[in-house]
């Protein structure tokens, strides 16, 4: 079955880091990229960035450069994300999204809530 | 890379077609010929509706068409359904490897 099975809720105090992983199964991992999305409680999507699997290149979204790091393993078809110095707006439903580095995100994993609160 | 411009809400009653639109630049919307719409429902991961502007993944229904022109993109959804209900997002290739997208439309059916 393809799918992309994303880790548990989180609950992380302030400055903390958290790093979520995204597992691919059913398809070739190395042939598509993983893009990071995130959606704070009621707002919208937000692109975080964007890793080839295939040779690990990463573009991140400006606002994130610096805090955020985005890293495959190909023997296990994982991707992860990890946010550092965690604010209360980094509260948010993550998810991971297979697709090129083109917007066409076809696959997505079921998101993963990051609870920031001291 | 500031978000893409959608209405935030819009309506149509079952059978009826509805157009949302997406205006970015001609740095993103403008200037390539990939832009996508997603449709995400209450608590559920965003599906995929349309991708290059204007192509079906296989099992998203005909009545969901996508167009350009200029920096303004547009989703159309024909003969309304109740499932139609939900939030839509544009999204857009941005150059650099950079993707950004709208700040997503409610679609309520009457």
């Known amino acids: 079955q393809v799918q992309l099975v994303q880790s548990g809720a989180e609950v992380k105090k302030p400055g903390a880091s958290v790093k979520v992983s995204c597992k691919a199964s059913g398809y070739t991992f190395t042939s598509y990229g993983i893009s990071w999305v995130r959606q704070a409680p009621g707002q919208g999507l937000e692109w975080m960035g964007w890793i080839s699997a295939y040779n690990g290149n990463t573009n991140y979204a400006q606002k994130l450069q610096g805090r955020v790091t985005m890293t495959t393993d190909t023997s296990t078809s994982t991707a992860y994300m990890e946010l550092r110095s965690l604010r209360s707006d980094d509260t948010a439903v993550y998810y991971c999204?297979?697709?090129?580095?083109?917007?066409?995100?076809?696959?997505w994993g079921r998101g993963t809530l990051v609870t920031v609160s001291s | 890379q500031s978000a893409l411009t959608q209405p935030r809400s819009v309506s149509g009653s079952p059978g009826q077609s509805v157009t949302i639109s997406c205006t970015g630049t001609?740095?993103?919307?403008?200037?390539?010929?990939?832009v996508s719409w997603y449709q995400q429902h209450p608590g559920k991961a965003p599906k995929l509706m349309i991708y290059d502007v204007s192509k079906r993944p296989s099992g998203v229904p005909d009545r969901f068409s996508g167009s350009k022109s200029g920096n303004t993109a547009s989703l159309t959804i024909s003969g309304l359904q109740a499932e139609d209900e939900a939030d839509y997002y544009c999204?857009?290739?941005?150059?650099?490897?950079?993707?950004?997208f709208g700040g997503g439309t409610k679609l309520t059916v009457l």
């Open positions: 999204a297979r697709g090129t580095a083109m917007a066409d995100f076809d696959l």
């Open positions: 001609s740095s993103d919307v403008g200037g390539y010929n990939y």
């Open positions: 999204c857009s290739y941005a150059g650099s490897y950079i993707v950004v």
